[in-house]
């Protein structure tokens, strides 16, 4: 079964620096990869996928995510962090032929921004 | 255009009681899904609905069932609430016509469900 982890749970950035959160996926095949992101009583936003192509991946909001196959990771990177980002930020895996509609979320890591 | 919309927002019950959650989809997308996002955690897939027929289920319990309405509206239904089953329940619609079922999802802001 497929699986997704987030190993950081909480992560606090000064505004400004850069930014990148590490999401490991557990599949067999070829991964359709996405992040998400969700502010306090908000649903879920797409930022960015990744079906094939190009392993560098440009999102909405100035986030990129590179897919690594030899390590079986999707993180996501900001070069410059503002106070708005600060929210929670899910990465997910879909599978098969309906893979963006059954995803498998990880736990999710939560961003906080210094000022 | 309208996004997802979910109700009601909030919702209180006692264990043994059933709930019905609602969802309707954005104009023209026939694909629903249903997430449980417990409080800390990631969401995680409980059902798809499209064109009325159930194309993936999670590892739910037989309590959780939904449906799919001719206009592409869907009802989760949960039977003999437990305190476990409170949650944020998560609907998202996409267009489901993509062969390779890579369409993008859309979030409503979810339906609060407390079980006292």
């Known amino acids: 079964a497929q699986s997704v982890t987030q190993p950081d749970i909480h992560i606090t950035v000064s505004e400004g620096a850069s930014l990148e959160l590490r999401c490991n996926y557990s599949y067999g095949a070829t991964p359709y990869l996405f992040w998400y992101v969700q502010s306090p009583g908000q649903g879920l ?24 196959r030899s390590q079986s990771s999707f993180n996501l990177r900001k070069p410059s ?27 999710g890591t939560r961003l906080m921004v210094k000022p | 255009d309208a996004g997802v919309t979910q109700s009601p927002t909030h919702l ?8 019905t959650l609602r969802c309707s989809p ?26 009325k027929e159930e194309r993936g289920r999670g ?8 449906r799919q309405f001719p ?8 039977n003999a609430l437990l ?19 890579t369409e993008t999802q859309y979030f409503g802001p979810g339906t609060r469900l407390l079980v006292l």
């Not at chain 2, 206009?71 to 989760?76: F, H, M, P, Q």
Request: proline fraction near 2%.
């Open chain 2, 83 to 101: 305190l476990g089953d409170s949650a944020l329940y998560l609907c998202a619609s996409s267009s489901g016509q993509s062969a390779s079922g």
């Open chain 2, 12 to 19: 209180i019950k006692t264990r043994g009681q059933h709930v």
């Open chain 1, 81 to 107: 962090v503002h106070w708005s980002d600060a929210a929670e930020y899910f990465c997910a895996v879909g599978e098969g032929h309906n893979a963006g509609n059954m995803l498998t979320f990880g736990g």
């Open chain 1, 45 to 68: 936003q797409l930022l960015l996928k990744y079906f094939s192509g190009d392993t560098l991946v440009q999102g909405i909001k100035g986030f990129e995510a590179e897919f690594k």
């Open chain 2, 26 to 51: 954005i104009s023209g997308h026939k694909s629903v899904s249903w997430y449980q996002q417990v409080l800390g955690q990631g969401p995680q897939f409980i059902f798809q609905y499209y064109e």
């Open chain 2, 71 to 78: 206009n592409y509206s869907s009802e989760l239904n949960v």
């Open chain 2, 59 to 66: 590892n739910f319990p037989d309590r959780f069932s939904a």
